[in-house]
Nanobody, 127 residues
Framework: VQLQASGGGLAQTGGSLRLSCATS????????MGWFRQSPGKEREFVAA????????YYGDSVKGRFTISRDNPKNTVYLQMNSLMLGDTAVYYC?????????????????????WGQGTLVTVSS
C-alpha cells in the first residue's frame, strides 16, 4: 500500500488549503484513515481521522472546528480541508492508513496504530 500526500504549500493566516492523499490498492475502503503533523523539534501530533465509510470523524483539539477530514472511497483518496489557518498549523502533514479498521476507541489518535504512511507534505502559514 502506498500513500501519496499532496496539496501543501504557503498560505496566510486565516487562509485555507486542501490536502489530498491518494492511496494505491483495492483495500482503501477497509482502512481507517488519519492525518498527523509534525513541526521541527516537536512530536508528531494527531490531526484528524475518519472511519472506513466516512460516517464518523475525530479531530485533535487544536484543529477542531477549523479542519474537516473527508474521503472518497471510489477514488481511494482522503482529504483534509484546512480553514482559518494559524501560524501554529505550520508543519509537515502526513496521511496514514490503519488496516485494522477500528474506530471509536480513540486509538485512531495514536500514531502507532497506523500501518502505512505517506511521505508528508509541507504546509507553511505566514502572517
Amino acid at each position: 500500500v502506498q500513500l501519496q500526500a499532496s496539496g501543501g504549500g504557503l498560505a496566510q493566516t486565516g487562509g485555507s488549503l486542501r490536502l489530498s492523499c491518494a492511496t494505491s490498492g483495492r483495500a482503501f475502503s477497509t482502512f481507517v484513515m488519519g492525518w498527523f503533523r509534525q513541526s521541527p523539534g516537536k512530536e508528531r501530533e494527531f490531526v484528524a481521522a475518519i472511519s472506513r465509510n466516512g460516517a464518523s470523524t475525530y479531530y485533535g483539539d487544536s484543529v477542531k472546528g477549523r479542519f474537516t477530514i473527508s474521503r472518497d472511497n471510489p477514488k481511494n483518496t482522503v482529504y483534509l480541508q484546512m480553514n482559518s489557518l494559524m501560524l501554529g498549523d505550520t508543519a509537515v502533514y502526513y496521511c496514514a492508513a490503519d488496516r485494522k479498521g477500528l474506530f471509536g476507541t480513540s486509538i485512531e489518535a495514536v500514531a502507532a496504530a497506523y500501518d502505512y504512511w505517506g511521505q508528508g507534505t509541507l504546509v507553511t502559514v505566514s502572517s
